[in-house]
């Protein structure tokens, strides 16, 4: 079945300790994001990746790290997590940009 | 990305057809309208897309004005399942938007038994 997988689904952590979300596709898609959620904020992205080894920002990526050394992987690196990234976070993988599959989501709190 | 208006809310009788209107006045000429819908804190779910012609696939039907200012998402036959917030994008193509897709605030569709 097609589909991106996001891991863990639900996480609870303190200030500081690093953690990674992983986002992994079977559809050979080249592109790959991460967007937050947040009330009242929508959905706002904050890396993506056209291919292996290209990765960009988005519009809110302090705070984040990604890498793409898989055309199947896309991790998503928050080195010291604050409680404002407090979210619910979802990955997509796309074949050209605009038609795009997001995984189920990762609700994170950072205590 | 061209700026999209949608209604907040609309509700819809479970069996009815349920239409769900957006505005795009700004679009320019290779700008695909596309719609997602999200349930309740789920991933957002691709639906359709089209460009000039009306489209129709398992899930809806696109219909866009010829003037391409506005656009109808159709849900035929709408069920429970279908109440979510509908969003209607028009990124710039192609991949202009590097895949950053602008949702906004969407419609919130609540479909009624």
């Known amino acids: 079945e097609a589909q991106v997988t996001q891991n863990p689904r639900y996480l609870i952590t303190v200030t500081g300790k690093k953690l990674t979300v992983t986002c992994s596709q079977n559809m050979n898609h080249e592109y790959m994001s991460w967007y937050r959620q947040d009330p009242g904020l929508g959905l706002r992205q904050i890396y993506y990746s056209m291919n292996v080894e290209v990765t960009d920002k988005g519009d809110v990526p302090e705070g984040y790290k990604v890498s793409r050394k898989e055309k199947r992987n896309f991790p998503l690196i928050l080195e010291s997590p604050s409680p404002n990234q407090t979210s619910l976070y979802f990955c997509?993988?796309?074949?050209?940009?605009?038609?795009?599959?997001f995984g189920p989501g990762t609700r994170l709190t950072v205590l | 990305d061209a700026k999209t208006t949608q209604p907040p809310s609309m509700d819809c009788a479970e069996g009815r057809a349920a239409n769900l209107p957006c505005n795009h006045s700004t679009i320019s000429g290779n700008e695909y309208v596309y719609w997602y819908r999200q349930i309740h804190s789920q991933g957002p779910q691709y639906i359709i897309h089209?460009?000039?012609n009306n489209e129709t696939n398992e899930m809806a039907s696109l219909i866009i004005t010829e003037d391409r200012k506005s656009s109808t998402l159709i849900l035929p036959h709408a069920t429970l399942r279908d109440t979510a917030v509908y969003y209607c994008i028009a990124p710039p193509y192609p991949g202009g938007s590097q895949g950053n897709l602008i949702f906004g605030k969407g419609t919130k569709l609540s479909v009624k038994p």
């Open positions: 089209g460009l000039k």
């Open positions: 997509a993988s796309s074949r050209s940009g605009d038609t795009q599959y």
